[in-house]
């Protein structure tokens, strides 16, 4: 064990066959994947091949039929969503999933105050955290909303309550980011602002994003997975997945 | 925000006249008015502790009576081994003894009703109260039936001296603990625990996603919540020496759901401004009107409908509202609507006093106390009708104006215009 | 042994009345989201009208008249109702119903004050159908099992033939798919909430001259409705069936059998002549635990198996 870590990076994820069915329904018939620690992963496909739902195994929502799955070499299928965030995954959605009637600065400490230490606490109140407190004013201008600290983020524009989702799920120091289409709704001047964030937070983390936008993914990926109908035809360079004909006839082929 | 500065104003106003008046009520009034000012406090502890569940986790429970309940019967025995020289604690410190047992009630039954989501959390916490209730009915030995179980409070053992014969006494007593129960309930609010439980209202999911256990944090908020019901409980045994299987009943229960939405589950202090409001009705409109809880239901109803952040939301919100639109033209749009809904009012009245002449008076034939009306005569009953009829068609006309001009603004591409009335 | 298998018929009817109603707060839970807290009142108003129609007309045209007016209610409720509140959430529109509940309540007892109704079984129903041994099953028992029978039978025709009842099954299972049907779902919810309440009135104009009619009725069925629909599962019909039918021969049962409690559990406690806090215990008959039996059960079944007995979701 300790002679192959050794020799290869250490891996952020791996998922062994990992298999999902919904009844009848074979969704992921079984996908093996690994994704060093540090990389900028991305996985593409067509519409219904089974993202999202390779992404809600990944992190808790639903458990695998079969297979494994290790988050820094520790087996993490099946555990319920809370315990693999604590573990070090966190991720965002593609259909924003904030809290609405609460304020942008309540939001973000909401996600600080469980790795800070200060989870469940009733007997302090939460400014008394004062390092909480700074964090969360620091993420705050990090994801560029300082402006609408006290706003009730249920009002914010739509482009801001997806900085929101980003920056609660970067809020806490996961060593390991899924991202699930972050800029789905995004103008184009938007989504250029949002991939150089993109860039930023994938700096000494490893990121697996799910996107649609080509632009993006072949810019911010070291690596990219092509999923079609639940299995997994290619993984590579952004200049292999390029060359690579099944690809090009599965996926790329289909939209040029 | 100047707005936000100003709301803070308001509210801190607010809390400073009803603490006021609070603090002068044994001078102010009649011993009745001392009771009424006491059971008030007690409500607007109860309602606080009730809303740590509704307002701040988002968990509509049926059953506070359980916890209420239990505390003011645990007071009441503990009381008894006062008098009887058997527990050695003074007078002052059953009502903490009260909020202990409410809290080992709510440890226990929250491990039950926290099992399945929301609206299941609702009919389990139902179906707790009516088991409670009916358990208390049918042991009359520890609960003491029809009759119910009655202390007498002075006993030798009290911190202050004090006898707690008078209503005054007694009054001190319940409101420094209310207050400082209160005044912690507010302080919760702001603790970890208090803003997660908000995050758990408004999205449960994506705090498990977050690395949290939802149902931690319900199953602390629950024991909260049964804690400071319990010791509210405790005080309600301790002002009126008694209590019988009933407490427990869902009229409890209604009871303080109906005082906290009233004042407004949105906000910290809403539920004790709703249980102070619905106390005075309680006891004024009782006065006035056989139908009293008809309107208790009405209003609660028009708050459920139009108005959910409830009374301190409308207070709180009228100087935005005046910000936004200038003074003149807020208070015509109030008055215009208060024209608007007056002949409706007036007709509802009507009906309802006369309906409830004809079925609860001695004589119903008999002229009605309201006005010397005949609640026989077809002339009357026709005009009530037409008030009501009034009013309904002049809202709905003016719905349809509304919904018009917002399509006529919306094609013209102008929506903001048609939305400003 | 008549005795049982009366007691069985019994506890079978009263099933089959509590179904009539739990198929229409299913029914409506599972469509709209929304649990009628005022369930119980719907079938209290069913009852009311009836005995007013009974004593103007006659029970046959109450029969017909009093459900439809209650449906109207009902389709009025959510029209100018729980549509304004729908928009607030779920538990806004529970407090809606809950507040409905306490309005209709008032209202009845505003009208008909606080004692029973005269609410009698139609003459001409009143005669033993047939007698065994010493127990005798009387006409209107028999009528009350068609109409439940026929509901039932008209109900599962519906679900399993009709246009509308593919929708009601899709939204069963899909809730969400509804909307993309490009169908008239207001238009859908007031006639699912109107026919729910409805139901629950057929069952007052059927139910309130052979049980009770009096304004506390509408409490006492609408918690052991709730009772009902969260054993069986939150939107299953089938384990609101299932729930109906077992807690109402349960219930049947437990008052037809004197057994003393304390035999059972602790021998000798009886004679103990034990006096103090719960000395009931020591005399309590299970006959006495009828009315308890149902929370009981909710609450071990909650403690086991939190999502009931057919359940498969909570929303």
């Not at chain 2, 026709?382 to 006529?408: E, F, K, Y």
């Not at chain 3, 119980?40 to 129609?53: D, K, N, P, V």
């Not at chain 3, 049947?252 to 806090?277: H, I, K, N, Q």
Request: glycine share 12%; hydrophobic share 55%.
């Amino acid at each position: 064990m300790m002679a192959r870590a050794d020799r290869r990076p250490p891996l952020a994820l791996e998922l062994r066959e990992v298999s999902k069915s919904f009844g009848a329904a074979r969704i992921i018939p079984g996908v093996s994947l690994t994704v060093p620690a540090g990389e900028f992963h991305a996985v593409i496909g067509p519409n219904g091949a089974g993202k999202s739902t390779l992404f809600n195994l990944i992190s808790g929502r639903f458990a695998p039929s079969s297979g494994q799955i290790l988050l820094g070499g520790q087996p993490i299928e099946g555990r319920s969503p809370s315990v693999i965030n604590r573990m070090g995954l966190s991720r965002s959605f593609q259909i924003t999933n904030i809290f609405k009637n609460i304020s942008v600065f309540e939001n973000i400490r909401c996600a600080l105050l469980g790795p800070m230490g200060a989870a469940y606490s009733f007997w302090r109140r939460a400014s008394a955290w004062r390092e909480i407190t700074r964090e969360t004013e620091r993420l705050i201008e990090e994801i560029g909303l300082t402006a609408r600290r006290d706003t009730i983020a249920g009002s914010l524009s739509y482009a801001e309550q997806r900085l929101l989702e980003v920056g609660m799920t970067i809020a806490g120091d996961a060593s390991v980011l899924l991202l699930d289409e972050p800029m789905a709704g995004m103008n184009h001047n938007e989504i250029d602002q949002f991939s150089d964030f993109l860039r930023r937070i994938g700096e000494g983390r490893t990121v697996m994003m799910v996107e649609h936008d080509m632009n993006v993914v072949f810019t911010l990926a070291d690596r990219i997975s092509v999923l079609v109908y639940g299995e997994l035809i290619a993984t590579g360079t952004p200049a292999e997945i390029r060359q690579d004909q099944r690809v090009r006839d599965a996926y790329l082929g289909a939209e040029a | 925000m100047p707005n936000a500065n100003l709301r803070t104003l308001i509210a801190a106003l607010l809390l400073l006249v009803i603490a006021g008046l609070f603090l002068a009520a044994p001078w102010l009034g009649s011993r009745a008015t001392i009771l009424m000012v006491t059971q008030a406090v007690i409500l607007a502890c109860f309602a606080m502790a009730y809303n740590v569940l509704l307002g701040q986790t988002g968990l509509l429970s049926f059953g506070p009576a359980v916890y209420f309940g239990i505390g003011a019967f645990s007071a009441l025995y503990a009381v008894n081994g006062i008098s009887s020289g058997q527990l050695p604690l003074p007078l002052e410190l059953v009502p903490l003894l009260a909020g202990g047992a409410g809290l080992v009630a709510a440890l226990v039954f929250g491990l039950i009703s926290l099992r399945s989501g929301q609206i299941a959390f609702a009919m389990i916490t139902m179906g707790l109260a009516e088991l409670t209730h009916v358990f208390a009915m049918v042991f009359p030995s520890v609960f003491g039936g029809e009759r119910g179980v009655s202390i007498d409070r002075m006993v030798e053992n009290t911190l202050t001296g004090w006898g707690y014969g008078r209503p005054d006494e007694i009054y001190w007593l319940v409101l420094f603990w209310a207050v400082l129960s209160i005044a912690t309930l507010a302080w919760l609010t702001r603790t970890p625990l208090g803003r997660l439980a908000n995050a758990v209202r408004d999205n449960e999911q994506r705090v498990a996603f977050l690395g949290y256990s939802p149902a931690r944090i319900r199953y602390l908020q629950f024991a909260l919540s049964g804690l400071f019901s319990g010791l509210a409980g405790g005080l309600f045994a301790l002002t009126y020496e008694i209590a019988n299987a009933d407490i427990f009943g869902l009229q409890t229960s209604a009871g303080v759901l109906i005082a906290a939405y009233v004042g407004g589950i949105g906000s910290v202090f809403g539920p004790a401004l709703g249980a102070i409001v619905v106390t005075l009705l309680e006891f004024r409109l009782a006065r006035a009107t056989e139908a009293w809880l008809l309107y208790y239901g009405l209003i609660f109803m028009g708050i459920v409908m139009f108005a959910p952040q409830g009374l301190w939301g409308l207070l709180t919100g009228v100087p935005t509202a005046i910000g936004r639109e200038g003074f003149a033209v807020w208070l015509t749009q109030r008055l215009k609507g208060l024209a608007l809904l007056l002949p409706g009012f007036v007709g509802g009245v009507l009906i309802v006093e006369m309906s409830s002449h004809r079925a609860n008076a001695y004589d119903p034939h008999l002229p009605m106390h309201l006005l010397g009306l005949d609640a026989f005569s077809p002339l009357n009953w026709v005009l009530a009708l037409g008030l009501v009829a009034v009013s309904a068609a002049l809202l709905l006309a003016r719905r349809r104006q509304a919904g018009r001009r917002r399509r006529d603004g919306l094609t013209a591409g102008a929506a903001l215009a048609g939305g400003a009335e | 042994m008549e005795y049982l298998a009366f007691a069985l018929v019994n506890g079978l009817l009263y099933g089959m009345l509590l179904f009539m109603l739990a198929s229409g707060l299913t029914l409506i839970f599972s469509m709209m989201g929304v649990l009628n807290f005022a369930h119980g009142s719907f079938y209290m108003l069913g009852a009311y009208f009836a005995y007013q129609i009974g004593a103007m007309g006659s029970f046959w045209v109450a029969l017909f008249v009093a459900p439809v007016l209650v449906g109207v209610i009902g389709m009025a409720v959510e029209r100018y109702g729980l549509r304004v509140v729908h928009k607030h959430g779920h538990v806004a529109e529970l407090l809606f119903t809950f507040g409905l509940a306490y309005l209709i309540e008032e209202v009845v007892l505003m009208v008909w004050g606080r004692q029973p109704m005269p609410y009698r079984v139609p003459e001409a129903l009143n005669f033993p159908l047939f007698t065994l041994g010493e127990v005798s099953f009387s006409a209107y028992r028999g009528f009350m099992f068609l109409i439940a029978l026929a509901i039932f039978v008209v109900l599962i025709v519906i679900l399993r033939k009709t246009r509308l009842g593919m929708l009601v099954q899709a939204a069963l299972s899909h809730p969400d798919v509804l909307w993309s049907l490009g169908h008239d779902v207001p238009r859908l919810f007031m006639l699912v909430f109107g026919g729910g309440v409805a139901l629950a009135g057929l069952a007052g104009v059927i139910g309130g001259n052979f049980l009770i009619t009096e304004p506390g009725m509408a409490h006492h069925v609408g918690t052991i409705l709730f009772v009902i629909v969260v054993i069986g599962g939150l939107g299953s019909l089938a384990g609101a069936f299932i729930a109906s039918v077992g807690i109402g021969i349960l219930q049947t049962l437990m008052v037809a059998y004197d057994l003393r409690l304390a035999d059972v559990l602790v021998p000798g406690l009886a004679e103990s002549g034990y006096r103090g806090p719960f000395q009931e215990i020591t005399t309590m008959t299970l006959a006495n635990l009828g009315p308890v039996m149902p929370y009981l059960l909710l609450v071990v079944l909650m403690a086991l198996r939190p999502r009931g007995l057919l359940g498969k979701r909570d929303h």
